[in-house]
């Protein structure tokens, strides 16, 4: 269908994971990586893309208006995937405002330019956090009512409510997903598994909140770049799609596996302050995405978690230019003391 894709937030965990794969394993499409390079932003994990002629990078953000149009007026944009997005919960606690600003803003941004350009294909990347928590039983299903209970998820679940209002209002084509827990390459180590990697390779303490026995429902992110390009590429416009990995674990039972991977000890491990609002239990009921499109996680948790972990390993000067520098005055703020 599409030819030009803006992905926004391409130089993001996933996003990086999503563009090489494009290049990749969809040659031809052209990709137009508009990203503002925040914290999270990260072009050197790139490098490789830089002279693919399926790849451009645009310096931007999301919520400036003339950035998003001047990306689509240079290389004739016709699609737009959204991943960018502030991502963090434990950051929106803190500092909600900026989470607001892009997550909500920055979609109604992008949905405009989508209207003024005549766009063909919005894609907005979401989370099954817009759903709140889950007692011991149960999965979210699209028809899930909508609970969002960080800062974070509220924002994402306002600009799903933005992203319907624009196709039900303004025919916009329009699809959202909403995935679980991603894990793999490149992902910054504020998020749980790359900051136990990177800390137990220091044999530094893994702090496990609370009790650590809340749930998530982990996914390759190889799976759900496969999964994003089958709902932009054949999904009905206005539709939802949730997409899991069937695989749930809670915190204890997922550090201890790394650990033992690692060859370090439990006694890593350090309960600290549970964070506030924490959702106990994430399941995502995907069986949508299999009957309508065909989609299935390929990657069993066992085979994901060590080509995370050796990909880790093996790239440890991307571990220690990312823990460089402000990662430290975060880190510090956030778990001195805890
Ligand atoms: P990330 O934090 O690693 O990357 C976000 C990217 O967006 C960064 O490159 C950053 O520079 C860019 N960005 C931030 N603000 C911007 C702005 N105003 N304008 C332009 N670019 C901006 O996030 P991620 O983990 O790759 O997540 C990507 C998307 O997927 C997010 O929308 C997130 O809500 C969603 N999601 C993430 C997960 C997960 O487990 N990581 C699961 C489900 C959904
Ligand atoms: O479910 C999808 C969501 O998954 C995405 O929408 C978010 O962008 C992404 O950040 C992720 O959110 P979580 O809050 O679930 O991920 P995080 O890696 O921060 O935490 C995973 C679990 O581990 C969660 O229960 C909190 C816990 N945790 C996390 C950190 C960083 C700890 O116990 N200790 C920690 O230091």
Redesign the pocket.
């Known amino acids: 269908m599409s030819k030009t894709i803006l992905v926004a937030g391409g130089a993001g965990f996933i996003g990086v994971n999503f563009i090489k794969f494009m290049l990749r394993e969809n040659p031809g499409v052209k990709i137009v990586n508009f990203d503002a390079l925040t914290y999270a932003g990260n072009l050197a994990s790139l490098a490789d893309c830089e002279n693919n002629p399926d790849y451009e990078f645009f310096h931007g953000d999301i919520r400036n208006d003339k950035d998003v149009a001047s990306a689509i007026k240079k290389y004739n944009v016709d699609s737009i995937i959204n991943f960018a997005a502030e991502?963090?919960?434990?950051r929106s606690i803190d500092g909600p405002h900026v989470f607001l600003d892009t997550n909500i803003l920055g979609t109604y941004t992008l949905l405009q330019a989508a209207r003024d350009f005549g766009i063909q294909r919005f894609l907005q990347v979401s989370?099954?956090?817009v759903y709140g928590s889950l007692g011991k039983e149960g999965m979210f299903t699209e028809s899930t009512s909508i609970k969002p209970n960080s800062p974070y998820s509220a924002s994402k679940a306002s600009a799903d409510h933005l992203v319907r209002s624009w196709h039900k209002t303004y025919d916009l084509n329009a699809v959202i997903t909403r995935?679980?827990?991603n894990y793999g390459a490149y992902q910054f180590p504020?998020?749980?598994i790359p900051?136990c990697i990177n800390n137990a390779r220091h044999n530094n303490k893994i702090?496990?909140?609370g009790d650590?026995m809340?749930v998530?429902d982990w996914l390759y992110v190889y799976d759900h770049c496969t999964a994003i390009w089958a709902v932009f590429d054949r999904a009905a416009p206005g539709e939802v799609f949730n997409i899991g990995g069937n695989n749930e674990k809670t915190?204890l039972t997922l550090v201890n596996s790394i650990l033992a991977m690692l060859g370090k000890s439990k006694g890593l491990i350090q309960f600290v302050k549970d964070?506030p609002g924490?959702d106990r239990r994430?399941a995502i009921d995907s069986s949508k995405m299999k009957e309508k499109l065909g989609w299935e996680p390929s990657v069993t948790f066992e085979q994901g978690i060590e080509k995370t972990i050796k990909w880790y390993m093996d790239n440890q000067a991307w571990l220690d230019q990312v823990t460089s520098g402000d990662y430290q005055n975060y880190y510090k703020q956030m778990y001195h003391q805890r």
Do not use: A, I
Request: a negative charge; hydrophobic letters at 15%; one cysteine or more.
């Open positions: 991502s963090h919960v434990d989370t099954d956090e995935c679980s827990n504020e998020k749980m900051l702090p496990v909140y650590g809340q998530r915190n964070r924490h994430y």
